[in-house]
């Protein structure tokens, strides 16, 4: 049974960031930037993410860096659009535009294992609380939600 050190979990989101000066758009959320620092710092890291079919080249973002990564199909991904009101950034206005399909037991491997289950969520329902509560019974849970 492969065994991690860190489970990351949460949806990857097509960010686009509109400032005084650009839009950009990006590949971003939980799930992406911390299970790659995790990763990075040579820890057993492995990401799940939930997006749309159509989406899946995104994953790509993962590839890159090394760090593993499984996905299931959702009928959306999760798209957040940031406007930056000032050039510092510090200002902004977040608009989930859409969302992917919140998680449930049958998105976990069941022949895998970790350490530590890190929930990075991104917008609310991503967890509902039976999952939650499911996966306290898997072992630790790490909870960051934005």
């Known amino acids: 049974m492969p065994s991690y050190e ?3 979990l949460g949806h990857v989101s097509k960010d686009i ?4 000066e650009d839009t950009e758009h990006s590949i971003g959320g939980a799930v992406v930037y911390s299970s790659i620092a995790i990763y990075r710092q040579g820890a057993r890291v492995l ?3 939930k997006l ?4 899946f080249p995104a994953l790509e973002i993962f590839g ?8 299931r199909p959702s009928s959306r991904t ?3 659009r ?3 009101l000032t050039a510092d950034r510090e200002q902004r206005r977040c608009e989930a535009l859409s969302m992917a399909a919140p998680f449930d037991e049958t998105d976990l491997p069941d022949d895998t294992e970790a350490s530590i289950y890190y929930l990075g969520g991104l917008i609310r329902g991503e967890f509902p609380e039976a999952f939650i509560e499911a996966m306290s019974k898997r072992g630790p849970l790490a909870v960051d939600v934005q």
């Open 17 to 20: 960031n509109i400032t005084p």
């Open 82 to 84: 940031n406007t930056y």
């Open 64 to 71: 890159r860096f090394g760090t593993p990564v499984l996905h």
């Open 78 to 80: 999760t798209s957040i």
């Open 47 to 49: 990401a799940l993410t």
């Open 6 to 8: 860190v489970m990351v």
């Open 52 to 55: 749309h079919p159509d989406d």
